[in-house]
């Protein structure tokens, strides 16, 4: 006597999409995130009384090679003022905001240019540096 | 006689799917700290066209910065009366174009000396103003 086989299923479970959901959601987080520059070293100054940045699109460094990043990506200083400006657009005082971390030890010769060329732009400037010990 | 052929229902979470949630929620707290803003002081500064007039017409206060000394309009200061010599000389001084602060920094001046200074300045009032040393071309015949 032959037995017959039992069909097998070969559906996708519906229990997973979830997990999936929620994933493809973190990735896109991370895509958004436009001006990554984790990837370069620096180390930030020190000071008092420091405030939340909150949000910015424009992020300006300054690493510990004193080589200069908008956004992640290597750019030189006479051009900065006029990329920075492009990026911020016709956007509202409030929403003008500039990042800029610079390596503690630069030295003024390299990051004052940057920030007369972010002032420039119009940028409202918003130094990281970390919270001083008194 | 009736049998009872009810089985028991699984009524907790399958344990197969915790490395899973563990894994998830280590990424989504990984995104989240990632995420954060970051901390700084705001800085405004007026813009450069700006800077010139105002020197020009307004005798402001100036500080200048070296590797080793800060010079108050002039005069040697110690790091340590900095705060109530520039406090001084602002107090009193409502108006905001009375309260420009001109900054001079010497090239060799490192950047965590320079924003303990400004930063010192604005907390007293001031507003910061940079000044720049302009490079020029001089063509020699």
């Not at chain 1, 958004?32 to 000071?47: F, G, T, Y």
């Not at chain 2, 602002?90 to 009375?98: F, R, S, T, V, Y």
């Not at chain 2, 309260?99 to 490192?110: A, G, L, N, Y």
Request: proline content about 5%; aromatic content about 4%; overall charge negative.
């Amino acid at each position: 006597m032959k037995i017959a086989r039992r069909p097998l299923k070969s559906e996708i479970p519906s229990m997973a999409m979830g997990d999936i959901a929620f994933n493809l959601l973190i990735f896109f987080v991370i895509l958004a995130k436009s001006q990554d520059d984790s990837h370069l070293e620096w180390a930030p100054a020190s000071a008092r009384n420091l405030q939340t940045s909150g949000q910015s699109i424009v992020s300006v460094l300054v690493d510990k090679d004193n080589r200069l990043h908008l956004n992640g990506k290597e750019i030189g200083v006479s051009d900065l003022s006029g990329r920075i400006e492009r990026l911020l657009g016709s956007r509202p005082m409030g929403e003008r905001t500039v990042l800029l971390k610079i390596h503690k030890e630069t030295l003024a010769q390299r990051f004052e240019p940057v920030i007369e060329a972010i002032s420039q732009a119009g940028g409202e400037l918003v130094h990281v540096v970390e919270e001083q010990n008194r | 006689m009736a049998i009872r052929h009810r089985s028991k229902l699984l009524s907790e979470p399958p344990a197969v799917a915790t490395g899973d949630i563990a894994f998830n929620l280590i990424v989504f707290f990984l995104v989240c700290a990632s995420t954060q803003p970051d901390s700084g002081r705001q800085q405004v500064l007026p813009r450069s066209e700006q800077n010139a007039q105002v020197e020009a017409e307004r005798e402001n206060l100036e500080v200048k910065l070296t590797r080793s000394a800060v010079i108050v309009n002039g005069e040697i200061t110690n790091p340590d009366q900095f705060d109530v010599q520039i406090g001084n000389r602002l107090k009193g001084k409502a108006q905001p174009e009375d309260r420009i602060v001109i900054v001079k920094s010497e090239k060799d001046v490192p950047y965590l000396r320079w924003i303990d200074f400004t930063s010192r300045i604005e907390d007293l009032g001031g507003i910061i103003t940079l000044q720049l040393e302009e490079e020029r071309e001089v063509v020699v015949p």
